[in-house]
């Protein structure tokens, strides 16, 4: 069975940073590429960020851009997403997902096999 599970949202401050995990279990990551999405309230879903562990293909949102970094650990089947100098603007439920593929598509389209349950971020000004 394919499941992934977002971690590591919390409530911080301006300025902080965070690092969500999506563990992945029933696939290996080096046939999929992580796509990271997040989606606020009275918003649409945003396609952050995506990463490729066999090719090392990485897509991040401009709004994202310097800021949010994705990397993958393929012994623990888990990627993560490292965010810092978080904004008010970044506060959304996050969302990891699966698409089997090489590369990241950009910009990053929500058409993605498998989703995650999402993870709360919220950042305090």
């Known amino acids: 069975e394919v499941q992934l599970v977002a971690s590591g949202g919390g409530l911080v401050q301006a300025g902080g940073s965070l690092r969500l995990s999506c563990a992945a279990s029933?696939?290996?990551?080096?046939?999929?590429?992580i796509g990271w999405f997040r989606q606020a309230p009275g918003k649409e879903r945003e396609g952050i960020s995506c990463?490729?562990?066999?090719?090392?293909?990485?897509y991040y949102a401009d709004s994202v851009k310097g800021r949010f970094t994705s990397s993958s650990d393929i012994a623990q089947n888990t990627v993560y997403l490292q965010i810092n100098s978080l904004k008010p603007e970044d506060t959304a439920v996050y969302y990891c997902?699966?698409?089997?593929?090489?590369?990241?598509?950009?910009?990053?389209?929500?058409?993605?096999?498998?989703w995650g349950q999402g993870t709360q971020v919220t950042v305090s000004s």
């Open positions: 990463i490729s562990s066999s090719t090392g293909d990485t």
């Open positions: 029933g696939f290996t990551l080096h046939d999929y590429v």
């Open positions: 997902a699966a698409d089997r593929a090489a590369y990241c598509s950009n910009p990053l389209t929500p058409y993605f096999d498998y």
